[in-house]
């Protein structure tokens, strides 16, 4: 009761609480989403999350030596080939222009990268709250902000360290709608509103090759709100004039760049869209002069579409427009990268249990959109509302048809889990009670059924300060040796021509290995010469990987203990091999079992990690992490080889028994290990290639000579200690050893 005896509290009560409330969910939005930042900050300097999230560091980094030119093409990709680089340039030039506000040195690159996106996902609760309060009042704007705030999902995107356009471009096309909202709704200034929504559908454009899809989801909700404004009798500018706009002023600003291969699709999508718009409106002239049924309006535009697509495809630039739209159309709905096991491209019910906490949060929002259909019903098809469902239903789709789109899920999911929990209070409240009712009760139960409602978004928040950059470690520790101990290559800031040698390993690892040791990679996350890496790995015989690491111009391979387990089954597939040709994967009440065949003992990375490169004349051992993981036989989690020509140990010999050597070595970790190579005299000659030299080295190294001799005993046939000097190796030298 406010000082009048009024039971209802002020104005400026509201507006007052309203503002608390919103400033706490932004505070604790961005606390969450800074809480990683002290492990992303151990040791010094930036350890970023992720893994695209390097190359977006090395392109920020060039971006503000270059400014505001950024990079088209690395040489240091797909090894010694280079890869044009597609992706749209606004993220990394707004963080490279940061960067340069606070110095622009390595150090400012990387600590601008690291904290754009918990800004950026801090931003997006402020603009959802904007968009639900228009949409749906207050009370539900806050609750939307706060669970926006603490969702597992949203923060795992945004949180400190891990640079990404994704970020930006979902805070953008928020904003789209939210303009789009008001310019749908206000007949006095739907042009600014809609020019708006225009301009940052631009913007959208510059940071996302798939920002057409977004186009599409517009054009679709025009189709069925100018169905209705048919059904309704209403004006139909009202519809038509503000998207017109934000789709005009969108082409006018992509014009300038229409030809650059990162914005065609959206230069299509936005000239496309006014295209449609057009026609459109000649249709629903037509339909209202010629008094056709309304309901024929949507088929009348569903074929007009394939009509107008067939007609294309007799044309060579309609073509091409056909396949941008194919290739669209994979790269939502049939991504063959889900085929190969990446998981972010999995539908969701690949990724997730059924009987799983997520899911259980995907049943709430699911809900909750349930219920703002039977409420539009109900109350009327309001212009704004329908945009928000059709963006709702967007979401929906692209989340179940791929992981990584629950990012995007996570936003509007927000919005309909609040509009859940306040469907239930009204059936859960005081009025709902019997007279005589204790009101506690329902209070009660409104908490349950909130607490309820949270669980599957606030539930992994107790593991959101415990995140690690999957790089901290072992991997860390590897590649600064990499970029100390290996020959520095030429072109690192300046990557136009192939450098000197390329560094080979799983393509998940790539943009570690360029950003951090400098190195070129011949597969990064790109995929870019994943097939070959595959290929490499999987080989069971030295000629077959050789002959790929010289055509690569490969100088070292790193390995790592999950290419033997987790990502075994990825590699296999991306050359096509059924994965349980290599290993068998049980499900054990306590813990997930492999076990690996004799097919994948003969591999060169099974020969590699788990054998030191024994029995390999090409491939040495030159560096091992420090902490030792595996299952039966534990090895060190890092391991580093280098391609060499390899000494030629060779001689003649009166047996006919294979001729073996033996040399032992110990690695930078001072772990004993023991190489071995065995070759079958010919016509009285033998020669074996072997790739460690007996000279005293810095780090992995061998104790003693090279014990040379037939592996049974025979008269006459004592071993023979030889010594193998470094050059011997690296030149491919002969050795003569007669017995």
């Known amino acids: 009761m406010n000082g009048d005896g009024d039971p209802f509290p002020s104005m400026e009560r509201v507006r007052s609480y309203e503002l608390l409330g919103v400033l706490a969910a932004l505070i604790l939005g961005l606390s969450l989403r800074l809480a990683p930042a002290r492990n992303a900050l151990a040791g010094g300097g930036v350890q970023f999350y992720g893994y695209d999230s390097f190359y977006h560091a090395r392109r920020i980094l060039y971006t503000a030596e270059n400014f505001p030119h950024t990079l088209w093409f690395d040489s240091y990709l797909h090894h010694p080939l280079g890869h044009p680089i597609t992706w749209p340039p606004l993220f990394d030039q707004m963080v490279a222009g940061a960067a340069l506000l606070l110095g622009g040195s390595p150090g400012a690159v990387e600590a601008a990268a690291a904290a754009f996106p918990p800004l950026l996902g801090t931003s997006m609760i402020l603009i959802l709250y904007l968009l639900t309060k228009k949409l749906f009042g207050m009370r539900v704007a806050l609750l939307s902000a706060f669970l926006l705030a603490i969702d597992s999902k949203h923060i795992a995107r945004t949180l400190f360290g891990l640079p990404d356009h994704d970020p930006l471009e979902l805070l953008l096309m928020l904003g789209v709608i939210l303009l789009l909202a008001h310019a749908l709704t206000d007949r006095d200034r739907w042009a600014w509103y809609g020019a708006a929504a225009g301009v940052m559908m631009a913007a959208v454009a510059y940071s996302w090759l798939g920002a057409p899809i977004y186009m599409i989801g517009v054009l679709i909700y025009a189709t069925i709100q100018i169905t209705l404004d048919l059904r309704e009798g209403a004006d139909v500018c009202e519809t038509i004039a503000p998207l017109a706009a934000a789709f005009g002023a969108a082409l006018l600003l992509i014009l300038p760049f229409r030809n650059e291969a990162w914005l065609i699709p959206s230069f299509i999508g936005a000239l496309g869209s006014l295209v449609a718009l057009g026609v459109f409106y000649g249709l629903f002239l037509l339909f209202a002069a010629r008094r056709l049924p309304w309901q024929a309006f949507v088929p009348t535009v569903a074929f007009l579409s394939y009509f107008g697509a067939i007609l294309s495809s ?426």
Not at 435 to 455: K, S
Not at 656 to 679: C, H, K, M, W
């Open 314 to 739: 007799s044309t060579e630039e309609g073509r091409k427009v056909g396949s941008l739209l194919a290739e669209g159309i994979r790269y939502f709905f049939g991504s063959d990268l889900a085929r190969v096991g990446v998981e972010e491209t999995m539908p969701i019910f690949r990724v997730y249990e059924i009987a799983s906490l997520p899911v259980l949060g995907l049943v709430f929002a699911l809900a909750g959109l349930w219920i703002l259909i039977l409420r539009m019903r109900e109350e009327g098809w309001r212009r704004d509302h329908l945009l928000f469902l059709l963006w709702a239903l967007l979401s929906t789709a692209l989340m179940i048809s791929q992981a990584r789109f629950l990012f995007l899920f996570s936003v509007i999911g927000s919005v309909l889990v609040s509009l859940l929990f306040f469907w239930g209070t009204e059936r859960i409240g005081p009025s709902q009670l019997p007279l005589r009712a204790d009101p506690g009760l329902a209070r009660a139960g409104t908490a349950a059924f909130l607490l309820l409602l949270l669980l599957p978004a606030a539930v992994n928040l107790p593991a959101v300060a415990r995140y690690q950059p999957e790089i901290s470690g072992d991997w860390s520790d590897s590649l600064e040796w990499v970029g100390e101990k290996t020959p520095p290559t030429a072109g690192f800031d300046r990557p136009v021509e192939a450098a000197e040698y390329g560094i080979l390993s799983w393509w998940d690892y790539g943009n570690w290995i360029l950003y951090k040791s400098k190195r070129p990679v011949v597969a990064n996350n790109f995929q870019a010469g994943a097939e070959d890496a595959a290929r490499f790995f999987l080989a069971e015989s030295e000629e077959e990987a050789l002959a790929i690491a010289e055509a690569r111009d490969v100088k070292y391979i790193i390995t790592d203990q999950k290419m033997l387990y987790g990502k075994l089954p990825a590699i296999a597939r991306w050359i096509g091999e059924d994965p349980a040709g290599y290993v068998q994967i049980t499900a054990d009440p306590e813990a997930v079992v492999y076990a690996h065949t004799p097919k994948f003992l003969r591999t060169l990375l099974a020969r590699l990690h788990l054998r030191d490169s024994s029995d390999l004349g090409h491939f040495r051992l030159v560096y091992e992490s420090e902490t030792l993981r595996g299952l039966k036989i534990p090895v060190s989690e890092v391991k580093v080889f280098e391609r060499v020509a390899g000494a030629k140990i060779a001689g003649t010999t009166p047996y006919d028994e294979p001729v073996g050597v033996i040399l032992e070595l110990t690695s930078n970790q001072g772990r004993r290990f023991q190489y071995f190579a065995s070759a079958t005299p010919v016509d009285g000659r033998y020669e074996i290639v072997v790739p460690y030299s007996t000279e005293g080295r810095e780090g992995v190294h061998s104790i003693g000579p090279y014990l040379v001799g037939p592996l049974k005993d025979v008269p006459g046939g004592d071993s023979r200690e030889v010594e193998v000097r470094e050059a011997e190796v690296l030149e491919g030298m002969t050795i003569e050893v007669n017995f």
